[in-house]
């Protein structure tokens, strides 16, 4: 099992920047998928990036593209999510997750962490 724990969530006025961080636990980091998800107050929790291992690929969700960076630094065992121009729309619990086996399914998550976007 991966135990993965995220940070850097908060308070931020709309416009302004966060960077959301998310440590993974396993020998073999480089190769996992990992993600990012998040879920708003009566929504259900959607899709926001991907970060593919064994070669870094990216994609976002339409709704961050162009604002939203994810990133890796394999050997901190870590994937970012660089928030920029954030919107109230935003405002959700933003988790991350592994896909230890690359196989599609994300099966370790982390506890979540809260964004909050002001107007």
């Known amino acids: 099992q991966v135990q993965v724990v995220e940070s850097g969530g908060g308070l931020v006025q709309a416009g302004g920047s966060l960077r959301l961080s998310c440590a993974a636990s396993g020998r073999t980091f480089s190769r996992y998928h990992m993600a990012w998800f998040r879920q708003a107050p009566g929504k259900e929790r959607e899709f926001v990036a991907v970060?593919?291992?064994?070669?870094?690929?990216?994609y976002y969700a339409d709704s961050v593209k162009g604002r939203f960076t994810i990133s890796r630094d394999n050997a901190k065992n870590t994937v970012y999510l660089q928030m920029n121009s954030l919107k109230r729309e935003d405002t959700a619990i933003y988790y991350c997750?592994?896909?230890?086996?690359?196989?599609?399914?994300?099966?370790?998550w982390g506890q979540g962490t809260q964004v909050t976007v002001s107007s």
């Open positions: 970060i593919r291992g064994s070669g870094g690929s990216t």
């Open positions: 997750a592994a896909d230890s086996r690359q196989i599609g399914s994300y099966d370790d």
